[in-house]
């Protein structure tokens, strides 16, 4: 007897052709047949699937397809969340997919994690870990506050594209 994840997958294929080189699914079924599945949802930049009334992120539709068991979080690694490409998705947990986030378009100094104090008139390094702030310290110069931030993210584990700005 088959279990419910391989039913999950065999289901998928059953509707679905999914290319891991280009990341698109394919419908194999009904009047779409031969379409490009899914469509963009413009609040979240995902890709969605309609499959039997409900939607579902094409992201984890390619781990279920992949025959990969399905993680908690799916992190697409150079931040764009319509690239679905089998190489630019990584199971993640949530605390590991917050070590791969885009830079915030509030930042200012170019550096996350690097801010200015305008009181103290020096740079600012610090980070996040384990779900706390850890504040590295005053720094005089910039390149020493970066220098500070890089290697605490090395340390912790922080994904290499983490606050790059990849688009």
Not at 59 to 82: C, Q, S, T, W
Not at 103 to 123: D, E, F, I, L
Request: aromatic fraction near 10%; proline fraction near 4%; glycine fraction near 10%.
């Amino acid at each position: 007897m088959k279990t419910n994840k391989q039913l999950r997958r065999l289901c998928v294929k059953e509707l679905l052709w999914y290319s891991p080189a280009n990341g698109i699914f394919i419908w194999l079924q009904g009047p779409r047949r031969g379409k490009v599945a899914g469509c963009l949802d413009r609040d979240s930049g995902y890709i969605r699937i309609g499959i039997g009334g409900k939607l579902y992120y094409a992201h984890r539709l390619a781990f279920i397809y992949m025959g990969k068991p399905l993680p908690e979080e799916v992190d697409h690694i150079n931040h764009f969340r319509a690239d679905n490409r089998w190489g630019n998705l990584r199971a993640s947990s949530k605390a590991g997919n917050a070590k791969n986030q885009k830079m915030r378009s509030t930042n200012k100094s170019g550096v996350t994690g690097v801010s200015h104090c305008p009181r103290t008139k020096k740079w600012i390094s610090q980070i996040k870990i384990n779900g706390k702030h850890v504040h590295l310290g005053y720094f005089q110069d910039i390149a020493e506050a970066i220098y500070a931030r890089e290697e605490a993210a090395k340390n912790a584990g922080y994904h290499p594209n983490h606050g790059k700005d990849l688009l």
